[in-house]
T-cell receptor, first 116, second 115 residues
């Protein structure tokens, strides 16, 4: 079966702009989590969506938001981009969500965002 | 607070040699532990996971890890590495913090293989 698909793979934006990233989870998976990966901070949890509801949220400013559609596809939006938002954004899908629920998270290849 | 420490930022081993990547965690309850591998420009692939039971866990690609509660460690091992194992390896703990379930990752260990 198809894996987790993230689009686009690469993106270049200017400071102050906004950006939307997309994630299509594995068919049948209802949980989608987003992570930011940077050389300095490593992998950090952004938020998780389950059945169209944000269930969990990390410690990121309100400029970072997301949503999930009825087909479980998720989008992440970053407004008023800053240079420090340059990162690899990874999406992970799982059946029921949450590592404490004893299910595996499958990651996409990520979207590389560069803010100039 | 839950945290994961990978003491080695970069390790170089020769092809065919054995490998051990270290991981220490801090978590109040029984942890859910994971090892992921990331090749350049790629996402994360799960190598193995520990939820409960046998403390020696077998994973894909010939990797194994041992959970040692007394040492708060979950080290990854492979008896003989292949050039294709060159990648970055991340240890993670499944954490419950303020009602939020998420993966808390270590900083990663970059593995280089000498031919």
């Amino acid at each position: 079966k198809a894996g987790v698909t993230q689009t686009p793979r690469y993106l270049i934006k200017t400071r102050g702009q906004q950006v939307t990233l997309s994630c299509s989870p594995i068919s049948g998976h209802r949980s989608v989590s987003w992570y930011q990966q940077t050389p300095g901070q490593g992998l950090q949890f952004l938020f998780e969506y389950f059945s169209e509801t944000q269930r969990n949220k990390g410690n990121f400013p309100g400029r970072f938001s997301g949503r999930q559609f009825s087909n479980s596809r998720s989008e992440m939006n970053v407004s008023t981009l800053e240079l420090g938002d340059s990162a690899l954004y990874l999406c992970a899908s799982s059946l029921e969500g949450g590592p404490l629920m004893n299910t595996e998270a499958f990651f996409g290849q990520g979207t590389r965002l560069t803010v100039v | 607070a839950q945290s994961v420490t990978q003491p080695d930022i970069h390790i170089t081993v020769s092809e065919g040699a054995s490998l051990e990547l270290r991981c220490n965690y801090s978590y109040g309850a029984t942890p859910y532990l994971f090892w992921y591998v990331q090749s350049p420009g790629q996402g994360l692939q799960l190598l193995l996971k520990y939820f409960s039971g046998d403390t020696l866990v077998q994973g894909i690609k010939g990797f194994e890890a041992e959970f040692k509660r007394s040492q708060s460690s979950f080290n990854l091992r492979k008896p003989s590495v292949h050039w294709s194992d060159a990648a970055e390896y991340f240890c993670a703990v499944g954490a419950l913090r303020q009602g939020a379930q998420k993966l808390v990752f270590g900083q990663g260990t970059r593995l280089t293989i000498n031919p």
